[in-house]
C-alpha cells in the first residue's frame, strides 16, 4: 500500500449555512401577474467525498425530506398554505415517498484556478418513487484553510419524467408548469 497515497476526505453538507430552492413558473390566470412560487428546501442534509486539492474519486449523496419544502416570495398566507398541502400531499405525496435522494455514479471535474472546479456530477435521482439518471452541474470551491467544500448551481427538473402531475392551487388560478428550475449553493464540512 503506498503510504504517500492521499484518501478521500468526507464533507458532510451544513444546511443552516446552504441554500436550496425551486423555482417553479405560473401557468394559467394568475401567471400575467409574475407570481412564479419560490418554495425553499429546508430539511436537507448528505455529504460528499474526495481528495483534496484534486476532486478526485469524488461522490455525493444528497438526501431531502419530501415533507419540507416550503413556499417563500409573495404570495397570501392562505395561498401558501394551500400550496405548501399541495406539494406534500398531491405532487409529491410525501406521506408514500417521504426522501427524494441524489447519488453520484460518476464526477467529473476541470480545474478554473486556485481551489476552483466546473463539476459534472452524474448519478441517480429517487423522486416519488421513480428513479432516473440526472447530471447535476456546479462551481465547486474547496478551502483546504477552512475544510470546507462550497458547490453552486443550477439544473432544470422535468417533474412529468418522474410521474409528478403538475397540479393548480387557489381554485385553479395558479397552475404549474412542468419544468422547474432547481439551484443551490451548498457548503460542506470536512469531517476528519
Same mark, same amino acid.
Given at each position: 500500500m503506498d503510504e504517500n497515497r492521499t484518501t478521500a476526505v468526507r464533507y458532510r453538507i451544513d444546511a443552516a449555512r446552504s441554500r436550496f430552492v425551486v423555482q417553479a413558473f405560473a401557468d394559467g390566470l394568475l401567471s400575467m401577474f409574475g407570481h412564479d412560487p419560490v418554495i425553499a428546501v429546508t430539511g436537507f442534509g448528505g455529504d460528499a467525498r474526495c481528495v483534496p486539492g484534486t476532486l478526485a474519486d469524488a461522490s455525493l449523496l444528497l438526501l431531502v425530506r419530501a415533507d419540507s419544502l416550503a413556499v417563500t416570495g409573495k404570495a397570501s398566507e392562505k395561498d401558501r398554505r394551500?400550496? !405548501?398541502? @399541495?406539494?406534500?400531499? !398531491? #405532487? #409529491? !405525496?410525501? @406521506?408514500?415517498?417521504?426522501?427524494?435522494?441524489?447519488?453520484?455514479?460518476? =464526477?467529473?471535474?476541470?480545474?478554473?484556478? !486556485?481551489?476552483?472546479?466546473? =463539476?459534472?456530477? &452524474?448519478?441517480?435521482?429517487? #423522486?416519488?418513487?421513480?428513479t432516473r439518471n440526472h447530471t447535476i452541474q456546479a462551481q465547486v470551491t474547496a478551502n483546504g484553510n477552512s475544510g470546507s467544500l462550497r458547490a453552486q448551481g443550477e439544473f432544470p427538473l422535468r417533474q412529468s419524467d418522474y410521474n409528478i402531475k403538475p397540479t393548480s392551487v387557489a381554485g385553479g388560478t395558479l397552475k404549474v408548469k412542468d419544468e422547474l428550475k =432547481?439551484?443551490? &449553493?451548498? =457548503? @460542506?464540512?470536512?469531517?476528519?
Open positions: 394551500e400550496m !405548501e398541502r @399541495a406539494i406534500r400531499e !398531491e #405532487l #409529491l !405525496e410525501s @406521506a408514500r415517498h417521504p426522501e427524494i435522494a441524489f447519488m453520484s455514479t460518476k =464526477v467529473s471535474a476541470t480545474q478554473t484556478g !486556485e481551489g476552483e472546479y466546473r =463539476v459534472r456530477i &452524474d448519478g441517480s435521482l429517487s #423522486l416519488h418513487g421513480v =432547481v439551484s443551490f &449553493d451548498i =457548503v @460542506a464540512s470536512s469531517q476528519q
